[in-house]
Each structure stands twice: as structure tokens, then as C-alpha cells.
């Protein structure tokens, strides 16, 4: 459908306290204010925020609800009246407002262009922003509103940017650039997003089913301690927005769906909902530690916990809650141990995010053989994220035959229909399959996705496609995508930190490499002058770059000393510049998200489930090129968890290694730069770039 140009008008924006605010009130203390029917006659968008300073780190800190409603002085007296002797967010507000006039505020957003839908969907996004803020410690009004086609929806990104532009000028602690909260790991796994077609029929099949095995449960079918729930498999390669899905699943199953299997809301005519769960229990497992940190902050921020791993848990954390205690010889519960081969209780609903992570066999920490089977043997539907192409470990790998009747599709295309699955040592479960196949990472044409595809999976590398800007309706939508092969693994870095340095435009870049240099967390590396476990190579006298620093080079890592030295390159590996959880604050911000990590390597344990908007990829020498074909060299790896064999005998390195490489391959957005150590490899990736005219 095609619209005629038209002018979009600025949105006007009010300020004002809360406290007994009246159209007579806002005229007094707004006399020159020349917009008022689009404050008090149009549909506006509203941020109530009221701040405080941290007592321990001393920083402000910000609550804030935002809504949307025809009438926004009934409204609010309804917020600060009604809702403050009902709801204990309002009722913390209004004491505030009441103990101090200007202690709690609003913002006012209209637009003469303004409709229901519009409203809906600034208010949906306006939620997504602020979630990614990290002065915000409690987010309210969850829910996630994103509308469909509607007129004049085509205004929608050009009213919203404008409108957070200007209220960026006002307070921007509480509303900072775009492009910040776009980074933000917050902001990606946000519930807000607004999901593509195939997302939402993926949502809608998994509530139903969800819905039918609760309600089946709830009745004769109570499931005995131990019995297997329903299993939901939502499959989908790297980039294909499982993440978005997951979250925005959670938020839906934790606050719509009731032990009756319907959801439970009361919408008043101003389109505010207030949605009450009846006893349904639903926990977030995430096995990828920085993943979980992210998961904790957006369950904390909107409502679903109170404090940390609350909901949002370590596999073995939930596991161990719903095991029998473990007893000593005379039968006595022996304090804070559980037997794992005991469950007790059971949970409504557990999401697993990244379930190609959890461990298939035993381990110092998790004292049984199948965490996935395990969970479900804990909860009454058990919905998990899992893609074969990104187990990285040895630990997390499958046998061929059950990992296959495992993701075997469904002969029923709706995804309704369960399939009895039957695995080797007689374990049987019912399952049912989803699949998402539209990729939403890469901001690509199908020739550099393909491309990609076919070199992270280890099939091929073809001529390197040049890549086009795409357009709609005259306006540019995205640029071309960037593929780069560096002959120098110094270039490569200055490079990625040029793209860091134009955040404002490109957002968060980094460089990454294989698992191919040494690395110990918990040890100090006794070879290096600062401890640090580091990436290094030199340019050697035959203008090879080869592993290691030279033999007379004892310097380690030298802050900004690349550009003054083309033949060495040495940076540390992630946290070994920036600790984890030195602070608070670090802890709970990813690695990318660290302005001093630029000068770290990323690796697949701080990068996997994230975006970059350039990767810079080192590859090592674990990946090699020869006899015309790409192959993994597990003697050249330093990662043991991808290398060592399962009971001696089963070897998944080459899996390991592939997907390691696949991993890393697809983290950039917008670009992907190259180096490997490999000459041949390096080579044949140099020839590429020619060949396809870059």
C-alpha cells in the first residue's frame, strides 16, 4: 500500500507533577503552553518516573510506568487513587507523591496524528527503550502491545525517534541516544519486540499447547513425581530470533495464562491492562552465565521477581529445588544436599534458553546424566530453545540417534500434534516441534547469508558477494553489509575499534577468536608480566603471521601500541582486563557492553547468544584449509571441553570446533572482518574477497 507524502508533525511534550494535576492545574503553571487539546483532547502516551539516589553506589536510580489513554486527568486520579489502595506499585508512587509534591512526575506525549493503535505502539516501544536503561530499576505496565497494520503505521518510526530525541534533550539520564540503548543487551532480549509473522504463530502454538497440557494435568491427569511432562522444541538456527521469542514468551506465560489454562485480564476502557496469574509457576533456565545476568535484569525490572534467581536459574539451581533431600546412612536429610535422582514437586512451566547448552552427562556441579531430561521431569511443560549447530562441548553433546528422534519434525504442520519420542535406554516423552527459519540477526542481502552459512557450517568457501543498501519506498532501510579479509590481525583490531568509536552510528563492535590460546580463569598465567592470559601473534621473517609473541618479546599486553608495531599483536582474552563482578554494576552488564573490553578477545563464552554490529573474527589454527576443503585441527585447539573424548573412546571434536566457528561467524549485524593464521586458510579467504571484487 502506498501513502502519499505528508508532513509528520512533532509530538508536543508536557512535563508535570502528579500530585492533583488538573487541566486548571496545568493551565497555571503552563501558561504559555499552546497545545493543550493534544494534551487533554487527543489519545496521549504517558511516563510517570519518580527518582531516588542509591544509597550504596550513590547513583540515581529511576521508577517509571508508561501508558497510554484517551483521558489523561482521569487516568492519572485513577493511578493515585483507586490503584494506590489496590496495587502495590501505585501505592509505593502515591506515598511518595503525597510525602513530596515533586518527587514523582510525568511526561505528556501527543501528536495530531495520534490514534489508538499508534499510541499502543509507542507505548510498546517506549517500554522496550526504557527497559534497556539502565538508571530504570523497576519497569511497570508490561505489557508488550506491539500492533499490527494500521494507518498511519508507515509515521510510527520517524514520530517515535523524533519524540525520544526531544525527550533526550530533557532528561538524558532517563532517556539516552538511540543508538546507547540499542546496544544494550537489555534491549535485545526484550519482550517488547515487535515479532515478525512467524514469531507469532510460533507464540500462539506454544500457548495452546501449553494451555491443553496444563488444563489436562490440572484435571485426572496429575503427573506422579519423576513422570515426564510435555516438551516443547523450538528449533531455529543462530540469528533466526529465538532469544526475542523466548523472552517475550515468558513475560506472556508468567502473566496471562491461569491453572485453567485462560488468561486472566482486566482491560478498562483506557486500554491498561491489569493481568493476574492464578498459581502458574513459570522459571527462566539459562545455562550461559552472561545470558542468565541479562534475564535476571529484565525479570527484575519488570515485576516477575523480587530478587535475583527468584524465577531466572542456573538448570542445576532448579533441578536441586525440586529433588528430595539426600540422607545420611541413619536416614536423616543431610543439610543442603538434594538427590538428584529424586524429583519432588513439580513446576507449571519451565523455558530453557540456549537448551543445546545443558549437559548430557555428570559433572562436578550437576550430579545426574540429562539436565533437559531432568527439568522436564520437574515441570508439567518444559519449553526449550535448542540448536544442534552451537553445542560447543563435549559435556553437551548427544548420542546421533536420541539427538535425532529428538528434533525429528512433526507429521503435523500446526505444530498441535505430539510425537512419542523414544530414546535408546527406553526414556519416552511426548514432544511437540517448532521451527524458525527467518534469519533476523544478519542485516544482509541472501548471497552474504548464504555465504556465511556455507563457511560457518564448513562446507564451502565461494567468491565473498558484494552486498547492496536496500530501500523501500525511497528511504533506505539498511546498508550493504561489509565482509573483509585483513592480511594482518593488527588491522583487523584497529579497525573493529574505529567502528567501536563511531558507536553513535555503528554500535558495539568487538573482536573474537577461537579457542586457540590459552586461557585460565582461576589461575594467573606465570609466563605473562601481568599474570593475563592473551591472543598473541607475530609477523615472522618470512611475512607469516605466526602463533605466540617472539622469542625475545617479554612485554605482554601494551595499551594502544598497535598502530605503533605492525608485526606483534597481543590483547588479552575477555575478563582478564575487566573482572566479572568486580561491581555490582559490572556484573550485571555484558561483556560487549564494557567500553574497556574493546581492548579484550571475545570468545564463544562471553559472545554466544549476543550481537555485535561488526564481529572482527580471528580464526586459529584449529580451523584449516586444505585439499580444497575446510577442516578442524583439534591438535591445535587449547578449548579441552571441545576436545576431550566422552568415556575415552566417543570423539565430537570436529563438531566441537565447527560449531565454535559457526558461533563466532555469526555475531555482526552489519559486517564480519577476517583473519586467520591458517596461510592456507588465509589465503584462499583473501582469494575469495578478490574474486568477488571487493
Known amino acids: 500500500m502506498s501513502h502519499r507524502k505528508t508532513r509528520i508533525p512533532d509530538s508536543v511534550i508536557a512535563e508535570v507533577e502528579c500530585w492533583d494535576f488538573t487541566r486548571d492545574s496545568f493551565c497555571q503553571t503552563h501558561p504559555g503552553f499552546q497545545d493543550n487539546e493534544l494534551v487533554f483532547d487527543y489519545p496521549t502516551v504517558y511516563i510517570i518516573y519518580s527518582q531516588a539516589e542509591n544509597r550504596h553506589s550513590h547513583r540515581t536510580e529511576y521508577l517509571a510506568y508508561v501508558g497510554e489513554t484517551n483521558d489523561i486527568v482521569s487516568r492519572t486520579y485513577q493511578h493515585f487513587g483507586p490503584d494506590a489502595r489496590s496495587r502495590e506499585d501505585w501505592r509505593d508512587l502515591a506515598k511518595r507523591a503525597e510525602s513530596d509534591r ?86 535485545k532480549a526484550s519482550p ?63 502473566r496471562e495464562v491461569s491453572v485453567k489454562g485462560e488468561a486472566i485480564i482486566d482491560d478498562d476502557e483506557s486500554g491498561d491492562e491489569d493481568v493476574r496469574t492464578k498459581g502458574v509457576t513459570a522459571y527462566m533456565l539459562i545455562q550461559h552465565h552472561e545470558q542468565r545476568h541479562v534475564y535476571n535484569q529484565v525479570a527484575k525490572k519488570l515485576g516477575l521477581q523480587k530478587k535475583v534467581d527468584e524465577v531466572v536459574q542456573k538448570p542445576t539451581s532448579f533441578i536441586n529445588s525440586f529433588s528430595a533431600p539426600k540422607l545420611d546412612e541413619a536416614g536423616n536429610p543431610i543439610r543442603g544436599k538434594r538427590d538428584v535422582n529424586k524429583p519432588q514437586g513439580r513446576a507449571d512451566i519451565a523455558l530453557i534458553d540456549e537448551a543445546h547448552l545443558l549437559l548430557t552427562q555428570g559433572s562436578q556441579g550437576y550430579q545426574g546424566n540429562n539436565m533437559l531430561l531432568d527439568v522436564m521431569r520437574r515441570a508439567k511443560v518444559t519449553v526449550a530453545v535448542f540448536d544442534p549447530a552451537q553445542i560447543l562441548q563435549t559435556s553437551q553433546q548427544w548420542d546421533e540417534d536420541d539427538l535425532a528422534a529428538l528434533l525429528a519434525p512433526t507429521n503435523d504442520p500446526t505444530g498441535h500434534e505430539d510425537s512419542e519420542v523414544t530414546l535408546k535406554d527406553g526414556v519416552r516423552f ?64 584497529l579497525a573493529i575499534k574505529q567502528k567501536a568509536i563511531d558507536a553513535q552510528d555503528k554500535g558495539l563492535s568487538r573482536v573474537l577468536a577461537t579457542y586457540d590460546w590459552a586461557y585460565k580463569s582461576k589461575k594467573k598465567n606465570e609466563l605473562d608480566p601481568d599474570g593475563m592470559w592473551n591472543v598473541e601473534l607475530h609477523l615472522d621473517y618470512d611475512g607469516t603471521w605466526k602463533m605466540g609473541l ?40 555484558a561483556w560487549a557492553e564494557k567500553p574497556e573490553t574493546i581492548d579484550e578477545i571475545g570468545s564463544t563464552y562471553t559472545i554466544q547468544g549476543f550481537d555485535l554490529n561488526y564481529a572482527g573474527v580471528i580464526i586459529g589454527p584449529s580451523v584449516k584449509f586444505r585439499d580444497g576443503r575446510i577442516c578442524f585441527d583439534a591438535s591445535s585447539s587449547k578449548n579441552s571441553q571441545a576436545t576431550n573424548k566422552r568415556n575415552s573412546t566417543l570423539d565430537y571434536s570436529e563438531k566441537n570446533l565447527r560449531n565454535e566457528l559457526s558461533v563466532l561467524l555469526r555475531r555482526g549485524v552489519h559486517g564480519l572482518y577476517l583473519f586467520a593464521v591458517d596461510p592456507e586458510l588465509q589465503a584462499k579467504l583473501l582469494r575469495a574477497q578478490d574474486a568477488g571484487g571487493l
Open 102 to 187: 515533586g518527587s514523582v512526575r510525568q511526561y505528556i506525549i501527543g501528536n495530531a496524528h495520534f490514534n489508538k493503535s499508534l499510541t499502543l505502539d509507542v507505548e510498546n516501544r517506549m517500554m522496550q527503550y526504557l527497559l534497556g536503561v539502565d538508571a530504570i530499576k523497576q519497569l511497570n505496565n508490561r505489557r508488550a502491545n506491539a500492533q499490527g497494520n494500521y494507518y498511519p503505521q508507515h509515521e510510527f518510526d520517524e514520530i517515535f525517534s523524533k519524540t525520544w530525541r526531544a525527550l533526550h534533550k530533557r532528561n538524558p539520564e532517563l532517556f539516552p541516544l538511540e543508538s546507547v540503548i540499542r546496544d544494550s543487551a537489555l534491549f
Open 192 to 254: 517488547f519486540h515487535r515479532l515478525t509473522e512467524e514469531q507469532r504463530a510460533a507464540e500462539e502454538r506454544i500457548l495452546a499447547i501449553t494451555r491443553a497440557a496444563l488444563m489436562r494435568q490440572s484435571a485426572e491427569e496429575t503427573l506422579e513425581d519423576g513422570e515426564f511432562g510435555q516438551l516443547i522444541i523450538v528449533q531455529g538456527a543462530a540469528g533466526t530470533g529465538k532469544t526475542v521469542l523466548i523472552s517475550h514468551l515468558f513475560n506472556r506465560l508468567s
Open 430 to 493: 511426548f514432544r511437540s516441534s517448532i521451527h524458525l527459519g527467518q534469519q533476523m540477526r544478519i542485516s544482509a542481502g541472501e548471497e552474504v547469508i548464504r555465504w556465511i552459512d556455507d563457511f560457518a557450517s564448513g562446507l564451502r568457501i565461494g567468491a565473498i558477494p558484494h552486498d547492496h543498501s536496500e530501500r523501500r519506498r525511497g528511504k533506505k532501510i539498511r546498508d550493504a553489509y561489509e565482509i573483509k579479509v585483513f592480511s594482518s590481525p593488527i588491522d583487523l583490531f
Open 550 to 589: 617472539s622469542e625475545d618479546d617479554d612485554r605482554g599486553f601494551e595499551r594502544g601500541a598497535d598502530a605503533a608495531d605492525p608485526t606483534r599483536f597481543c590483547h588479552p582474552w575477555n575478563y582478564c582486563l575487566v573482572h566479572p563482578g568486580s561491581s555490582k554494576l559490572e556484573e550485571e552488564t
